[in-house]
């Protein structure tokens, strides 16, 4: 018997966690050029909170009321619509759906021509939940080590190296052949260097610490939350050119957007992880209901690692 509702997670007013409520709604139709996806897991991101939180920001990126939540996510097509090539029913398959990924179903652009409406195949030997962890915090973490080009002869400081995309930046550098050194809590320290960085705290002192790993000096750095590593790498001699941000603007500085990743960045990251040579840590997982609580654990921004939702 044909499925007519679906659940989903909605908002009917902007705001933190506690707007966000499970309801059903009309399972969506794969028009021209698109197919549909039955969701088997979704991946948060600071992004989705933020611009939810209120109108003008949400705005921003094109959302009005009621809205949804969530973009990464990954799961199996389960219809394709008229003139759609290189993808079938059955086939898994992970990527973004702007502020509507949580929920059971999902329809994307086959053709995947925005970061936010797109859907790639998911190599054998990669599970759903990691899957859905990619989109964003991959896109992000390659354009950002696109601005700053690491290799073997370089040094980077990247700062929240524990958060979701720190944990693709410090592999990503690593395997570019850089010594990383990361920012973090002194908690984090263990889960850093798991990760193949080099841990320092944050905070005031950061650049004496810096001095004290790495006498050599820093040659390129990458700021994953604020502006704090962004001007210790300034304050140690780095070069503009050679620093990034991706949560805040300072003036010089480049800030890099998951966005403008190059084409097949995405496919590269998760040929990585299907390899063995990028590993993705899961926080936490919870049920579709508890997604308040899933969303209270990532806008904490203590987590190490991702936290999915399954559905």
């Not at 304050?235 to 500085?253: F, H, N, S």
Request: glycine share 14%.
């Amino acid at each position: 018997m044909q499925q007519h509702t679906s659940r989903a997670v909605r908002l009917d007013a902007f705001g933190g966690p506690e707007v966000l409520d499970v309801q059903e709604v009309p399972v969506p139709q794969a028009g021209q050029g698109q197919v549909r996806v039955r969701v088997t897991a979704a991946g948060l991101n600071p992004m989705d909170w933020i611009m939810t939180a209120d109108a003008d920001t949400a705005a921003r990126f094109g959302l009005s009321l009621p809205a949804g939540f969530g973009t990464d996510y990954a799961g199996v097509v389960d219809q394709v619509g008229a003139g759609v090539t290189g993808f079938a029913p059955g086939d898994r398959v992970f990527g973004g759906a702007l502020s509507r990924a949580v929920a059971d179903f999902v329809v994307v652009d086959a053709a995947g021509g925005t970061a936010a409406n797109e859907a790639h195949h998911t190599p054998d030997g990669v599970d759903d939940r990691t899957a859905a962890t990619l989109a964003i915090a991959g896109r992000t973490a390659s354009a950002a080590l696109a601005v700053v080009r690491p290799g073997p002869a370089d040094t980077v400081l990247i700062g929240g190296a524990g958060g979701g995309v720190g944990v693709f930046a410090v592999q990503l550098a690593r395997i570019a052949g850089a010594r990383v050194i990361g920012t973090g809590s002194a908690a984090s320290a263990d889960f850093l260097r798991e990760l193949g960085a080099e841990p320092v705290t944050y905070g005031d002192g950061l650049a004496d610490r810096v001095r004290a790993l790495a006498p050599g000096g820093v040659t390129a750095a990458i700021d994953l939350h604020g502006t704090e590593t962004a001007h210790t790498a300034r304050e140690l001699g780095v070069p503009d050119g050679r620093i990034c941000t991706i949560a805040a603007q300072v003036d010089g500085v480049s800030a890099a957007n998951g966005a403008n990743a190059a084409a097949g960045a995405l496919d590269e990251i998760a040929r990585l992880v299907a390899a063995g040579r990028l590993r993705v840590s899961i926080a936490a997982s919870f049920p579709v209901e508890q997604i308040r609580r899933a969303a209270e654990l990532q806008a904490g921004r203590h987590v190490h690692g991702k936290v999915v939702i399954d559905l």
